[in-house]
Each structure stands twice: as C-alpha cells, then as structure tokens.
C-alpha cells in the first residue's frame, strides 16, 4: 500500500511538472527587459518582454510583437534554451505511460513485478532528465538576456518553468525511491518444512500456544 501511495504521489508530482513546463515552452513572457537605461524605461513605461518564440515591446501607446524566426541569426542561448525545452515536453510522455503501466492496479499480459519495477525507475529517470533540461534552459536564458539587454524581471513563463522542473526532479526521485515488494513471493507465515519423521508438512512457525494432549 506504502509502495502504491508513494508511486502515486511521484506520477502526480511530476504531471504536475510537466504541464508546467508545456506552459513555460508555449508561453513567451521569460523575461522582461529594457534597451535604455532602466531608469529611463520606468520613467517611458516601455519595456521588452522576451520568450523563446517571440519578442514584444510594450507600452501605453504601442504593441508590437515580433516573431523570432530566423533560426540562423538567433543568439545560442535562444537556440538551446528552445531544443532543451522541446526535450523536455517530448520526454513527458514516454514517462507518464511507464509510471502508468508501472503502477499496481495495472495488469499487462505475462508481467511480473520485476517488468513493473524496471519500467517505473525508467519512468523515473526520463522526468528527472526533463528537470535538467528545464532547469539549464530557465536558467541560462535569463543569463544571456542579461548579457544582450537590461535585465529588468523575470516573467510568469520563467516561474512556471522553474516550477514544472523542480515537481519533475521531486517526482522522479520520489519515483525512484518506491521498493515495493513482490506480492506473489510467500512469506515467512506461509512457509512449510518437511518434517522426515512424521512425513507431513508442519508450518514453519507453529503457534505458542498450543493444546497439550491428555494423559491417559
């Protein structure tokens, strides 16, 4: 039941995460700069905000977003940050559908609990290959945008990247952590010994307190 609750909780976490990393890819409010001085931008009300797909310049008067399509002239952290990214929401399925088959209400045709085993530690480290390429990427945009602008705030993108990536690193390891025990192997209370005297099966641990026989 521990191994089942604990199972659960990880697969949960890390759906969790994944949606949040989808959010974080789909979404382009990542960072929010200025091309001025940042004095000079709160006193304009303009700033820039920058996503992976995407460049706006906002203010009071104007809107105006344009998209970053050309992939050759994109600076390499925009690049990377977009693969790395990409990664992670195409890794999501394949280790939501092992933790699922994993899981013990599920019954595949000749599986054991070793197959079910081996598939959700797999599952596991495919979501804490997705919090490291959530992590990289959420982290070294904000570095190269710094870097090229003024680094005025983080956006909602960047959070709820940060966010998705640390519930898949929690539950891939809280995943990797479940040793359940195989329920079909017999306990100690159902073991026998064959006793060579009498020729009968005699339960291993026979009980204390037993009857004794009368003497006649």
């Not at 940042?38 to 820039?48: F, K, S, V």
């Not at 595949?108 to 079910?116: G, T």
């Not at 100690?188 to 009498?198: A, E, G, I, K, V």
């Amino acid at each position: 039941m521990a191994h089942m609750c604990r199972l659960m909780t990880g697969s949960a976490a890390s759906c969790a995460g994944w949606v949040g990393v989808i959010v974080a890819t789909a979404t382009n409010d990542w960072v929010r700069t200025c091309e001025y001085a940042l004095a000079t931008c709160i006193r304009m009300d303009e700033l820039g905000t920058r996503g992976l797909w995407v460049e706006c310049t906002i203010s009071p008067a104007l809107y105006h977003c344009q998209a970053l399509s050309q992939m050759l002239s994109l600076p390499a952290y925009v690049q990377t940050s977009r693969a790395l990214m990409i990664c992670a929401c195409l890794l999501g399925l394949p280790a939501m559908l092992l933790v699922l088959m994993s899981m013990p209400c599920v019954r595949l045709q000749n599986d054991s609990f070793a197959v079910k085993q081996l598939r959700a530690r797999v599952g596991g480290v495919l979501f804490i290959l997705m919090a490291l390429c959530g992590v990289i990427s959420t982290v070294w945009f904000p570095i190269g945008s710094h870097q090229k602008e003024n680094l005025m705030s983080f956006g909602f993108s960047l959070y709820a990247g940060w966010v998705g990536s640390g519930l898949c690193l929690l539950g891939g390891i809280t995943i990797l952590c479940c040793q359940g025990t195989d329920p079909g192997t017999p306990g100690r209370d159902n073991s026998f010994y064959y006793s060579r005297q009498r020729g009968t099966a005699t339960p291993l641990d026979p009980p204390a307190n037993h009857a004794k026989s009368a003497r006649v």
